[in-house]
């Protein structure tokens, strides 16, 4: 039975895929442990440890590859107005081969104490990125040929703006979000 239905679920999305008209990809930072520092997948924790929260994470992928992945993030948050409103901010360097993401969110969350145990938060992000392709260091000539290709004669630089929204629900056992980070189709 776990076959079969493993298999329908494989054809309903190849075929999904194949019916689509325009398929868009986007490379965001890759993280591990959201758990830490949710702070980046969702506006609606912002002040949510009711202290003022500082973290900086660094990864770095495939040592010792050119154009291997690397992320720096710094991020802080916290609660103002009787801990009632959350603050944040995000920045993030995100570099995979000749391109690299620069991108600054400020955060606010509005917090509502349902019971004495759980809290509901409302948040919203805003700022942009700042997409950058270094078309210098490309090497898209042929061996043996000249070629000229005006294409690859200047960066590319584009300034995005972006807007996100979340829930976020926790208690002193769980907690439980929702968030839709980058609402505008950049």
């Known amino acids: 039975m776990m076959k079969t239905s493993y298999k329908i679920f494989l054809l309903a999305v190849m075929m999904f895929t194949a019916s689509a008209q325009n398929i868009f990809a986007q490379q965001d930072p890759g993280y591990s442990q959201y758990m830490?520092?949710?702070?980046?997948?969702?506006?609606?924790?912002?002040?949510?440890?009711?202290?003022v929260n500082l973290s900086a994470l660094y990864r770095q992928q495939?040592?010792?590859?050119?154009g291997a992945p690397r992320t720096f993030t710094f991020a802080a948050d916290g609660?103002?107005?009787n801990?009632?409103?959350g603050l944040g901010l995000i920045s993030t360097?995100?570099?995979?081969?000749?391109?690299?993401?620069?991108?600054?969110?400020?955060?606010?969350?509005?917090?509502?104490?349902?019971t004495q145990k759980g809290t509901l938060s409302f948040g919203a992000s805003?700022?942009?990125?700042?997409?950058?392709?270094?078309?210098?260091?490309?090497?898209y000539k042929i061996p043996g040929?000249?070629?000229?290709?005006?294409?690859?004669?200047n960066n590319i630089s584009k300034w995005v703006p972006n807007v996100?929204?979340?829930l976020y629900f926790s208690t002193d056992k769980a907690y439980v979000g929702l968030s839709a980070p980058k609402l505008l189709n950049n």
């Open 62 to 66: 495939w040592l010792n590859i050119d």
């Open 83 to 85: 801990e009632k409103v």
């Open 93 to 114: 360097f995100d570099k995979v081969g000749y391109t690299s993401v620069t991108s600054v969110m400020g955060q606010v969350a509005y917090r509502l104490r349902f």
């Open 126 to 139: 805003f700022g942009g990125q700042q997409f950058t392709f270094d078309m210098s260091n490309v090497n």
């Open 164 to 166: 996100g929204f979340g």
């Open 145 to 153: 040929q000249t070629l000229d290709d005006a294409t690859f004669d």
């Open 36 to 51: 830490f520092n949710t702070l980046l997948i969702n506006p609606a924790y912002a002040g949510n440890r009711d202290v």
């Open 79 to 81: 609660p103002i107005l």
